[in-house]
């Protein structure tokens, strides 16, 4: 099994973070907040993460109190952004634009909740800026393009959109130096390709084909049998096939939770392991993601953590942990 920077399609991306972790946290010091208002931001990022992501809120209440509310904060800024792009009618690049440089202040207007959290967080945990910036480039991306020629196209696609994601967050639970990078990397790229192989049919409806045209062709597909949303022979040996690399993404990415702080680790691998878990209830649904949104309910998200805590890598690969 190949490691996490050896891949081909891996190499741009880990220039992209590296670069981004060379800025450095945001020097600018913690903004002077009324602490009342602040209290009813991370209050706002919270609802947004239960409204949103059952997995994603599952997972962060396993991480202590001040790095669960920054985690919430973080997602809630990626969830508007990404709304922006999807729900904007006619002015979403301006809108995002806006929204970017109100999410860049170091004191936002105090209407906006999501920001004012969002500023006390990465000034807080000093968030290197750059990878905020990634992620906003990320979605935008959505509104110019809705199809990807090969993987290496897709993979730099969900660096910006979950990668970026998984960087940021290092700097909030704890981590053990560059040398987790690679592993982050490849986690957003597990992630997000899992929430491609979920959404097929509602991004098929909303004009986006994310599965690469190649992969597509190669099995015999195109447009117009997404269109059709036929679960055939053709459609679900195209499907096997991605799920078991999105499996093995994951299986490459395990190691590096050892590179994490100890209080964050079972947080990190509930929400790894819980979305690995959707890729098989593709499968018992026979791999229909047309007419069907795979998910795991409340009690089989419940039920798997006691495995994934027993799991856990508690030997990092080859460096010291914290």
């Known amino acids: 099994m190949a490691t996490p920077g050896t891949q081909g399609w891996e190499r741009p991306l880990l220039t992209l973070a590296y670069a981004g972790g060379r800025q450095g946290g945001s020097t600018t010091s913690r903004p002077a907040t009324d602490p009342a208002l602040l209290e009813r931001a991370y209050a706002r990022c919270a609802a947004l993460t239960a409204r949103h992501s059952h997995t994603f809120y599952t997972a962060t209440s396993l991480l202590p109190p001040e790095k669960r509310r920054a985690m919430r904060a973080l997602y809630a800024f990626c969830r508007v952004s990404d709304d922006i792009v999807d729900r904007s009618k006619g002015s979403a690049e301006s809108t995002l634009m806006a929204w970017r440089q109100r999410a860049t202040m170091p004191q936002p207007p105090p209407y906006d909740l999501v920001a004012t959290a969002w500023a006390d967080t990465r000034t807080r945990f000093q968030i290197p800026p750059h990878y905020a910036e990634q992620l906003v480039d990320g979605v935008a991306r959505d509104l110019r393009q809705t199809r990807y020629a090969t993987f290496t196209e897709l993979a730099t696609y969900a660096y910006g959109v979950a990668s970026t994601v998984g960087l940021m967050s290092m700097y909030i639970i704890g981590f053990a130096g560059a040398v987790a990078i690679p592993y982050a990397v490849e986690l957003g790229v597990a992630l997000q390709l899992t929430n491609i192989l979920r959404d097929v049919g509602e991004d098929w409806r909303a004009g986006h084909v994310y599965l690469p045209q190649d992969e597509l062709a190669a099995y015999g597909l195109a447009d117009e049998d997404l269109a059709r949303g036929q679960v055939d022979e053709r459609w679900r040996?195209?499907?096997?096939?991605?799920?078991?690399?999105?499996?093995?993404?994951?299986?490459?990415?395990?190691?590096?939770?050892?590179?994490?702080?100890?209080?964050?680790?079972?947080?990190?691998?509930?929400?790894?392991?819980?979305?690995?878990?959707?890729?098989?209830?593709?499968?018992?649904?026979?791999?229909?993601?047309?007419?069907?949104?795979?998910?795991?309910?409340?009690?089989?998200?419940?039920?798997?953590?006691?495995?994934?805590?027993?799991?856990?890598?508690?030997t990092s690969p080859g460096h010291a942990t914290l």
């Open 237 to 314: 040996a195209l499907m096997r096939f991605q799920i078991a690399r999105n499996r093995r993404l994951y299986a490459e990415a395990w190691p590096g939770i050892a590179l994490l702080h100890t209080d964050s680790r079972l947080a990190v691998a509930a929400a790894g392991e819980l979305y690995r878990a959707i890729l098989q209830a593709i499968e018992a649904q026979d791999y229909d993601v047309f007419h069907h949104r795979a998910r795991v309910s409340t009690w089989g998200k419940l039920q798997r953590l006691p495995g994934i805590w027993w799991r856990l890598p508690r």
